[in-house]
């Protein structure tokens, strides 16, 4: 168990729909990261939270949107859902906003999600 | 062209063989990782580099800031190191989020 918990692990859902991905990072990380990782793009990284805050953007679509709550878990949300949305969705946390060299990183399992 | 480039893309060995990796990146970086990912899917980290060599059990390793490359090395290679091995980059000022090379998917026959 890496400390970093990600629920569900998988998921199937008919395109049209919506879903939520929820991550809990490891205790006393305050940053967390979404990544996708599809068999055509590799991983890719798509936003970052820090203490509640957005603080990067990345290849994320605006079908997609995320959140970090006060108690630090994060929730993906994917709506109006696609076949090509089908990918494995990794969440990591790290402790600091990653500015300097020496910080930890530590990642899920993932929620694989497929959409039929 | 990709950020990251990680060669070979796929390797098979024999158990025991001396193992390496490469990735080579074209951005400035603070930090640059080195990820394990088993079939199943689960990542894990394996090592962060800013400079030198780290080691830890069989796998060593290196990165050359100046070259702007990284080898990643496995000695005595056992099946269970079998995997895909992802190099990753984390850009100079950014607020940390990773840039990924496609992975080198390793076998190791017993």
């Known amino acids: 168990d890496s400390g970093v918990t990600q629920t569900p692990k998988h998921l199937i859902t008919a395109t049209g729909q919506r879903v939520t991905l929820r991550c809990s990072p490891r205790?006393?990380?305050?940053?967390v990261y979404w990544y996708q990782q599809s068999l055509d793009q590799g991983l890719q990284f798509l936003i970052q939270?820090?203490?509640?805050?957005?603080?990067a953007k990345g290849n994320i679509l605006e079908r997609f949107s995320a959140q970090q709550f006060p108690d630090l878990h994060s929730e993906l949300n994917l709506s109006s859902l696609e076949l090509g949305d089908s990918a494995l969705y990794f969440c990591?946390?790290?402790?600091?906003?990653?500015?300097?060299?020496?910080?930890?990183?530590?990642f899920g399992s993932g929620t694989r999600l497929t959409v039929v | 062209k990709n950020e990251v480039e990680q060669s070979p893309q796929n390797l098979t060995a024999q158990e025991g063989e001396f193992i390496t990796i490469n990735c080579s990146y074209s951005v400035g970086i603070s930090a640059l990782h080195w990820l394990q990912q088993h079939p199943g899917g689960g990542i894990v980290s394996l090592f962060m580099?800013?400079?030198g060599k780290k080691k830890h059990g069989r796998l060593i390793a290196t990165i050359n800031i100046q070259e702007k490359h990284s080898s990643l090395h496995i000695t005595a290679s056992h099946p269970r190191d079998s995997a895909v091995y992802i190099c990753a980059v984390r850009r100079r000022g950014s607020q940390g989020n990773l840039i990924f090379g496609k992975g080198t998917k390793l076998s190791v026959k017993p």
């Open positions: 580099l800013s400079s």
């Open positions: 939270y820090y203490n509640g805050e957005e603080r």
């Open positions: 205790s006393g990380d305050l940053s």
């Open positions: 990591a946390s790290s402790f600091g906003q990653a500015r300097g060299p020496n910080y930890g990183y530590t």
